[in-house]
């Protein structure tokens, strides 16, 4: 499976953005998808999933109420729709895909290359 992210840029804080991540696999409706985003310095953190079907998201508790996941089998894609973003959001953030339960736990066979959202104050 080849992940391409897109959307990435600078935002102020308060404003809007959205990720996506385009697959290239035909079975891409059986994989379930994640987010996660790295920040300089810091560990690579999970930031949400979402199951093959869409029904089951969950999402950090550092990005919840403001960060919603969604997924386009038609398109094979997979979206990140970022609110009222803050300066601590700042990072590549990367797209996954694997089982729900190993994004779930943090881990991935197939990554994106990323794309960095920096948010200014």
């Known amino acids: 499976v080849q992940l391409q992210a897109s959307g990435g840029g600078l935002v102020q804080a308060g404003g809007s953005l959205r990720l996506s991540c385009a697959a290239s696999?035909?079975?891409?409706?059986?994989?379930?998808m994640g987010w996660f985003r790295q920040a300089p310095g810091k560990e690579r953190e999970f930031v949400g999933a979402?199951?093959?079907?869409?029904?089951?998201?969950p999402i950090s508790d550092s990005v919840k109420g403001r960060f919603t996941i969604s997924r386009d089998t038609a398109k094979n894609s997979v979206y990140l729709q970022m609110s009222n973003v803050k300066p601590e959001d700042t990072a590549v953030y990367y797209c996954?895909?694997?089982?729900?339960?190993?994004?779930?736990?943090?881990?991935?066979?197939?990554w994106g290359q990323g794309t960095q959202v920096t948010v200014s104050s």
């Open positions: 979402i199951n093959w079907n869409g029904a089951t998201t």
């Open positions: 696999a035909r079975s891409f409706s059986l994989y379930a």
């Open positions: 996954a895909a694997d089982t729900f339960g190993r994004i779930v736990g943090g881990s991935a066979s197939f």
